[in-house]
Structures are given as C-alpha cells and as structure tokens.
C-alpha cells in the first residue's frame, strides 16, 4: 500500500501569513493527489483535486502543487475561516489513503 | 443542493451488528459511486469502502474486509454500510461522500455529515 506523510503536524500561523503544508507519498502517484479542509465537528470539504485543480467555490489563495511523490498545499494568506485541519488523500489507487493531517492554528 | 444525509449510528456492544444508511438528494444517484470515510475521536481520516455507480464493484479496507459490507438500492437513492463483528476500534464518526467518476477511484466532492457509531460494553 502506499502511504502518505503530511508535515508537519501541527503549524501555528498568523493572520495573513503565507502557508505551506506538504504531502510526501511512498511511491509515485502521478498527480492523483486531492486536499481537504475540515473544521471541527463538521466534515471535510474538497479544496484540491489532481494536485492542483481548485474545486469551484475553493477562494484562490488556496492552491496546490507538485507530482510524483511530493505535494504542496498553499494558502496564499491565511483568513480566519482558515483555521482547520487539512489532509491529503491519494487516488487511482485502492486503498485511497489520508495523510495525517495538519492542523492550522492561530499563533 | 446536493445532499447526503447519513443515520443509523448508534451504541452497539462489541461483536453486534449495525447498518448504516446514507439518503442522496439533488443529483442522479445512479451515475456517482460512493465511499464511506470514518473518523475516530480526536484522530484522521480513514477511508473505508467503496461502491461503484451500478454496484458491481467494490473495494474496502483490510480493516473492515470480511465485517463490512457496502451496497446501493439505485431506485431508492440510498447507500448502506453493513457492518458485523463490530470492535471497540470501530468507534468512529461515519461519512457518506460521493466520487466524482463511476468508478469509484477518485476523490470525494460532496461529504455528509456523519453518523457516529460508539462501541462499548
């Protein structure tokens, strides 16, 4: 199975920071790559897909990159309502896997 | 909109059985496969099982292969989770979510809201 490392863990930021979240896969899995926001008690929401299609609604300053096996998450300038979890998913390939997870806080 | 509405969580004593339901609306059922995903308390997410748009294919994780069953009634808009020999680590929050292709191989787009299952004795 292929696994997928996100990092780091936690991250703490600031309002209109720029942040960058990373998902390392195990093996090359091309740019079947999606990112997720989720905030507490609710469920996740589809941000990225193919590495770096934003989904529509998803504001532009999230944007994703890379192939292969490593990936980035950016958030150009972090807005309040962007304080959340967020995880990496692998697809095109069972099992579909999550990475761990970061967590966005407030600095 | 786009709905899914999963019930049927509930308190279960470890080796019972449980079914989970997931209710569509707002977009044609039968041409999306379909996942569930859980979520145990203060962890990630876990991918658990999917199902084609038709039926005819399905894959689930080594952790629930053999306990767990997904399937789909089409004409009732409605997936469902079968899920046996239940166990403490089955204790999660349980999603629904729809996959963007037939084939059930890719992301999920819409998500439900969850159902939480807890198993104790």
């Known amino acids: 199975d292929i696994q997928m490392t996100q990092s780091p863990s936690t991250l703490s930021a600031s309002v209109g920071d720029r942040v960058t979240i990373t998902c390392r896969a195990s093996q090359s899995i091309s740019s079947w790559l999606a990112w997720y926001q989720q905030k507490p008690g609710k469920a996740p929401k589809l941000l990225i897909y193919?590495?770096?299609n934003l989904e529509s609604g998803v504001p532009s300053r999230f944007s994703g990159s890379g192939s292969g096996t490593e990936f980035t998450l950016t958030i150009s300038s972090l807005q309040p309502a962007d304080f959340a979890t967020y995880y990496c998913?692998?697809?095109?390939?069972?099992?579909?896997?999550f990475g761990g997870g970061t967590k966005v806080e407030i600095k | 909109q786009v709905q899914l509405v999963e019930s049927g969580g509930g308190v279960v004593q470890p080796g019972r059985s449980l079914r989970l339901t997931c209710a569509a609306s707002g977009f044609t059922f039968s041409t999306y496969a379909l996942h569930w995903v859980r979520q145990a308390p203060g962890k990630g997410l876990e991918w658990m099982a999917v199902i084609s748009y038709d039926g005819s294919s399905k894959y689930y994780a080594d952790s629930v292969k053999g306990r767990f069953t997904i399937s789909r009634d089409n004409s009732k808009n409605t997936l469902y989770l079968q899920m046996n020999s239940l166990r403490f680590e089955d204790t999660a929050v349980y999603y629904c979510a729809r996959d963007p292709s037939n084939s059930g191989d890719y992301y999920m787009d819409v998500w439900g809201k969850g159902t939480t299952v807890t198993v104790s004795s």
């Open positions: 998913q692998l697809y095109n390939s069972y099992p579909l896997t």
């Open positions: 193919k590495a770096s």
